[in-house]
Each structure stands twice: as C-alpha cells, then as structure tokens.
C-alpha cells in the first residue's frame, strides 16, 4: 500500500505584509514546481526522508518539528498507529516565498489520507496542516497554506470569507529566485517594529498596499496586464518604504523593468527569496528571465497566467 500527495507552490501577487495588518492579498498557486509525498506502511520504526531531514520521526525535533507534529497529528486524526516511512520530494526551492513549507504540509497531509484510503476535505486539510504552518512561522496569515491548498487563484482577507478570483489574463509572470534565503518572520518582525518608530509613514505604505491589492483585482479580472503592471511596481515602492526588500531584490525589479517588463515587484515575505515581472508576450518575458539571470538570479520561471 501506497500513498501519495502532491500539491503545488504558491506566489503572491499583491498584498503581502499588508495582509498581516488586516488588508488584502491576491495570492496564485504557482504549478511549475511542486512537492510529491509518498507514504508507505512499514515494520519497523517510522522514518522519514527529505532534503532537510533523513532518519527516524521520533528524532526529527530538530530539523524538522512542524512535520514531525503533522504526521503525528494526522495519524492520531486518522486514528491510525502503524509505523509508515514518508518520502518527499521537493522542486520548490526552501524559504524563497513560493510557499514551500505549506506545500511540503499539504502533500504530506494528502499522502497520509491516500495511504489509509481516507476522503480528505479541505476543511480537515486545512486544520491539519496549521499544525505545522504555526509551528513554522508563528501567527502566520494563512496566506501560503490557503492558496496551495485551494489551488485557485485567491483574495485573501483575515477574518473575511475567501474570494476566488476570475481570472483573464493573457500574460506570463516571470518569477526570479535571488539564490538568497527569504527572511519572513524577521521582515514581519521589522515592519512591526517599523509601526512603532515611524507609525504614519509605516501606516501609511501599508495602507497604500490594500488599495494597490484592491486596484488589482479589476486589473486581473479585466485581464489588464499593463494597469496590473503598474500597481505591481508601486508596490514594491512601498514594500521598500517598510523596510522588507534589499539591494538583491532591488537590483533584480530594476533589470526586469529596463527590459520592457509592465512591472515588477518582490514576493513573499522579502529580505531574499524571489521577485516577479510581468510580460505580455514570450520574447519579452525570455529576454527577461535571461537579463534576470544575467544579473545573478539563481534559477528564472516563465509562467503563463493561462495555466491557472
Ligand atoms: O514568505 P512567504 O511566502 O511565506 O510570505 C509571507 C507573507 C507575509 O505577508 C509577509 C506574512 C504572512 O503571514 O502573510
């Protein structure tokens, strides 16, 4: 008996680290890379393998605790107490803001239920895998593991009921990876920080980021790439004002812009990780992704927003 789960990555558009403070963010599942987990029953004591952690469950504290705690969660929800070994295989590059730790918990989740042959809701699936996601980020909005999990293309509020959004647009997003580690919780700790020593200015781009987000849901929606471009580079103005981007980053928006992208802004939590620029044909988003790579971005996607 085998089980497998599979799930994508996730990119956020617009709208992160305002969508700690209460203001939206549209946020894509992001399926050129994924994860696999493959779940077997085993005899001996359960063990697990991946590219953070190889070796038994029981002493995977360390490296590992917010998975450690999600199987054990998961199989005291499924009511199960055999030992299993869990594979996972990853092209998600870690801690880059395409939502790699949610999407190692969604699969893991899903190859579990697959194993003992479970119907998994996204209700359950959900619950289950904020086991793992708060152990990972402390608070985190809720943002990755939604977007991974409905695989749609989301408008995401706290408190408020999730939006999917319709989506029209003919355009390719170029994700770049600066090769540097993304620091989220340390850039949502320095905007918090920011609120106090400079609250009308920190206010103020955080408040100029939800109506960015909320311009862009028209932009998607209509399938305006050039007006969505637009709002994407502002944001990243304010994303900078708050203190979350860094010379990589800048350099990387700033090369993507000279090179006829409509715009271009850094994802996630920032500090590192990646940037995205927006194309409306394919010989712009390549000489992009070359130029992106020329300035020493580690690993470049071209992804066409038809896919979603
Ligand atoms: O770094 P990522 O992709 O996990 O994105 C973090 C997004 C933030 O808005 C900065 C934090 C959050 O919890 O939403």
Same mark, same amino acid.
């Given at each position: 008996?085998?089980? &497998?789960g599979?799930s994508?990555?996730?990119?956020?558009?617009?709208?992160?680290?305002?969508?700690?403070?209460?203001?939206?963010? &549209?946020?894509?599942?992001?399926?050129?890379?994924?994860i696999?987990s493959?779940?077997?029953?085993?005899?001996?004591? @359960?063990?697990?393998?991946?590219?953070?952690?190889?070796?038994?469950?029981?002493?995977?504290?360390?490296?590992?605790?917010g998975i450690?705690?999600l199987v054990?969660?998961t199989?005291?929800?499924?009511?199960?107490?055999?030992?299993?070994?869990?594979?996972?295989? @990853?092209?998600?590059?870690?801690?880059?803001?395409?939502?790699s730790s949610a999407s190692v918990s969604v699969s893991v989740v899903k190859?579990?239920?697959?194993?003992?042959?479970?119907?998994?809701?996204?209700?359950?699936l @959900?619950?289950l895998v904020f086991v793992a996601e708060?152990i990972h980020?402390?608070?985190?909005?809720?943002?990755d593991a939604?977007?991974i999990i409905?695989?749609?293309?989301?408008?995401?509020?706290?408190?408020?009921?999730?939006?999917?959004?319709?989506?029209?647009?003919?355009?390719?997003?170029?994700?770049?990876? @600066?090769?540097?580690?993304?620091? /989220?919780?340390?850039?949502?700790?320095?905007?918090?920080?920011?609120?106090?020593?400079?609250?009308?200015? /920190?206010?103020?781009?955080?408040?100029?980021?939800?109506?960015?987000?909320?311009?862009?849901?028209?932009?998607?929606?209509?399938?305006?790439?050039?007006?969505?471009?637009?709002?994407?580079?502002?944001?990243?103005?304010?994303?900078?004002? &708050?203190?979350?981007?860094?010379?990589?980053?800048?350099?990387?928006?700033?090369?993507?812009?000279?090179?006829?992208?409509?715009?271009?802004?850094?994802?996630?939590?920032?500090?590192?990780?990646?940037?995205?620029?927006?194309?409306?044909?394919?010989?712009?988003?390549?000489?992009?992704?070359?130029?992106?790579?020329?300035?020493?971005?580690?690993?470049?996607?071209?992804?066409?927003?038809?896919?979603?």
């Amino acid at each position: 008996m085998v089980g &497998i789960g599979t799930s994508p990555g996730k990119i956020i558009l617009m709208g992160e680290h305002a969508v700690v403070y209460g203001k939206p963010a &549209i946020a894509l599942p992001f399926f050129s890379v994924g994860i696999k987990s493959t779940a077997k029953v085993i005899q001996e004591e @359960s063990k697990i393998e991946s590219q953070c952690y190889t070796g038994l469950l029981r002493l995977a504290d360390n490296e590992i605790p917010g998975i450690k705690r999600l199987v054990e969660e998961t199989l005291k929800y499924l009511n199960k107490n055999e030992e299993i070994s869990l594979k996972i295989e @990853s092209n998600i590059p870690p801690q880059r803001g395409l939502g790699s730790s949610a999407s190692v918990s969604v699969s893991v989740v899903k190859s579990l239920f697959d194993l003992f042959d479970v119907a998994l809701t996204k209700e359950v699936l @959900s619950k289950l895998v904020f086991v793992a996601e708060n152990i990972h980020h402390h608070n985190p909005s809720g943002l990755d593991a939604t977007t991974i999990i409905e695989e749609q293309v989301v408008l995401f509020e706290k408190g408020k009921e999730l939006q999917y959004l319709n989506t029209n647009m003919n355009g390719y997003l170029i994700v770049a990876d @600066s090769g540097e580690f993304g620091h /989220t919780k340390e850039s949502v700790a320095n905007v918090q920080k920011n609120m106090k020593v400079n609250p009308l200015k /920190t206010k103020e781009s955080i408040d100029q980021l939800g109506i960015l987000s909320t311009n862009a849901i028209n932009d998607i929606e209509e399938g305006d790439l050039v007006s969505l471009g637009s709002h994407m580079t502002q944001a990243h103005k304010h994303l900078q004002d &708050i203190g979350v981007s860094n010379n990589t980053l800048d350099n990387l928006v700033k090369t993507a812009l000279q090179k006829e992208a409509l715009g271009a802004k850094l994802t996630g939590g920032g500090n590192g990780g990646c940037i995205i620029a927006l194309s409306d044909n394919m010989v712009d988003a390549k000489n992009i992704a070359d130029a992106l790579l020329g300035e020493g971005a580690k690993h470049t996607w071209i992804y066409h927003l038809k896919e979603i």
